[in-house]
């Protein structure tokens, strides 16, 4: 089954929101609190924290960013 291509912003903000906060909120969380016993659940709580505010976030950055690398960039 494939989703509908009208989709594919969404599931860019979604896959992408997923992944970024997950590798940041991991890195922050290895740097703020090292690697101890209770490093999963930090990681994943802070993960919980972030997601929502990472999926909004580059939904909303992402056509702007697009429109920036347009102008800058040249086309072939």
Same mark, same amino acid.
């Given at each position: 089954m494939k989703i509908d291509k009208k989709y594919s912003p969404v599931l860019f903000a979604f896959f992408?929101?997923?992944? $970024?906060?997950?590798? $940041?909120?991991?890195?922050?969380?290895?740097?703020?609190?090292?690697?101890n016993q209770q490093f999963f659940a930090q990681w994943m709580r802070a993960f919980i924290h972030a997601w929502p505010i990472a999926f909004p976030a580059i939904f909303i950055v992402a056509p702007v960013v697009r429109k920036i690398v347009g102008a800058i960039t040249k086309e072939e």
């Amino acid at each position: 089954m494939k989703i509908d291509k009208k989709y594919s912003p969404v599931l860019f903000a979604f896959f992408m929101s997923l992944l $970024m906060a997950l590798i $940041m909120s991991g890195v922050l969380t290895a740097l703020f609190s090292g690697f101890n016993q209770q490093f999963f659940a930090q990681w994943m709580r802070a993960f919980i924290h972030a997601w929502p505010i990472a999926f909004p976030a580059i939904f909303i950055v992402a056509p702007v960013v697009r429109k920036i690398v347009g102008a800058i960039t040249k086309e072939e």
